[in-house]
């Protein structure tokens, strides 16, 4: 294996694991394909296991990331449960840590404390205020599911405190995404994520929409922070900290197979994209059983890696995801072209981030300092929430 396919020395190696491509939902927007019975067998969870570790030691990573996707993992609960076993029965010297994506409908509290026992680090995807819940995250009757969702939520917060809430943005919902954000801190949440919706048709009203609600948002967020709120908030704190901490490029990029990767429910050792959905041979890079084809990962690497036309000479590019091979796929349909809503997108928010830093500095507000200055924030802020749950 070339140096180039290895994980940087230092560095995580992220293996996502699809238990199966079903779900208990039917998002509008959802990017991983057909809802197909089929799930992970158990021969090839545990080979899976094998191969995970195994790349880990060969890349000499000092962490190995193991990932749940979906579908729905969860659908999958047996399985889930005994691969993070499996993991930590033959993981030896190496550190380890186990995340999980769920729509959180079939949390219980017997599986909560199993993932809590695991330290499993769940991120739970809710779309914000009821109505924009039941419009956009829909069962599979069709139904909405913001009541179910709600009487969920406090028994997810008092297992984990830390707990991220993803909120995906789409051309609809854009108006209302200061509300959605405000109700889910209301509700508890203190570590919100935003994604955009990249698959879809965005019009200059909509990407209109959502600057105005940034800018309402913006006003909010400076809020809390002045008055010593805890909060983090993917859409403005990435920005900010792409430019206190360096470029998001040099620090946080998958490196396509390389730092991360994902395993379909064949077992087959696909793109660092969540979407895997029907094992496109475009992006498959070998399988657990027979291990990569290194000479389709380098292919596939400098692809990527390659610089793009379109976003020479532009300010914003060392801030800017238009490195993200995936979104770039969702939005174009290719990994070498930057996607032309995220350069709208960026060239929209950041200013908005830049203007909340720069009055918050000028303010030397003591949490934003301490956020984006000083290094050991993360681990501290952590400590304080297990703490307030713990007392």
């Known amino acids: 294996m070339s140096v180039r396919l290895m994980a940087p ?20 927007y959802c990017y991983t394909g057909d809802k197909l019975g089929a799930g992970m067998s158990t021969e090839t969870a545990g080979r899976a296991v094998d191969f995970a570790l195994s790349e880990a030691r060969r890349s000499k990573s000092t962490l190995l990331e193991v990932v749940f996707f979906g579908g729905e993992p969860l659908l999958k609960r047996d ?64 139904m909405g599911t913001s009541g179910r969702i709600e009487r969920i939520i406090p028994k997810l ?27 889910l801190y209301d509700a508890g949440f203190r570590y919100i994520s935003t994604a955009l919706d990249h698959g879809a048709v965005w019009t200059e009203s909509s990407l209109t929409d959502l600057d105005a609600a940034y800018r309402r948002l913006s006003r909010w967020y400076v809020g809390k922070m002045s008055a010593g ?39 087959s050792s696909t793109r660092a994209f969540s979407s895997c959905g029907d094992d496109d041979p475009t992006f498959v890079l070998g399988d657990v059983f027979s ?13 990527v890696e390659a610089e793009k036309d379109e976003c020479a000479g532009c300010v ?48 030397r507000n003591r949490r934003f300092i301490d956020k984006f200055y000083d290094s050991a924030f993360p681990v501290l802020g952590f400590l304080e929430d297990m703490i307030v749950r713990d007392s």
């Open 9 to 28: 020395h230092g560095h995580a190696l992220s293996a996502t694991f699809h238990l199966t491509h079903n779900c208990n939902l039917r998002c509008v």
């Open 79 to 142: 399985l889930l449960v005994g691969i993070m076993d499996q993991v930590i029965a033959q993981r030896g010297g190496l550190e380890t840590s186990f995340k999980m994506s769920t729509n959180g409908l079939l949390l219980d509290d017997e599986l909560l404390a199993e993932l809590i026992r695991r330290r499993v680090f769940i991120s739970v995807s809710i779309d914000g205020r009821p109505e924009t819940q039941d419009t956009q995250r829909i069962d599979a009757r069709g």
């Open 157 to 183: 917060l008092e297992a984990n405190p830390c707990t991220n809430v993803t909120c995906v943005i789409t051309p609809s919902s854009a108006c209302r995404l200061d509300e959605s954000v405000e109700w």
């Open 229 to 267: 709120r805890k909060l983090y908030l993917s859409c403005f704190d990435e920005r900010i900290r792409s430019w206190t901490r360096g470029s998001p490029s040099a620090m946080e990029r998958c490196l396509l197979g390389v730092r991360q990767f994902s395993i379909a429910p064949s077992g």
């Open 291 to 303: 291990g990569f084809d290194d000479r389709k990962r380098e292919q596939l690497l400098s692809c």
């Open 316 to 363: 914003l590019k060392p801030r800017c995801s238009s490195w993200c091979a995936c979104v770039n796929w969702q939005s174009t349909g290719r990994i070498d072209r930057a996607s032309p809503l995220v350069c709208a997108h960026e060239r929209s928010l950041i200013p908005v981030a830049d203007g909340i830093a720069n009055e918050l500095w000028d303010k």
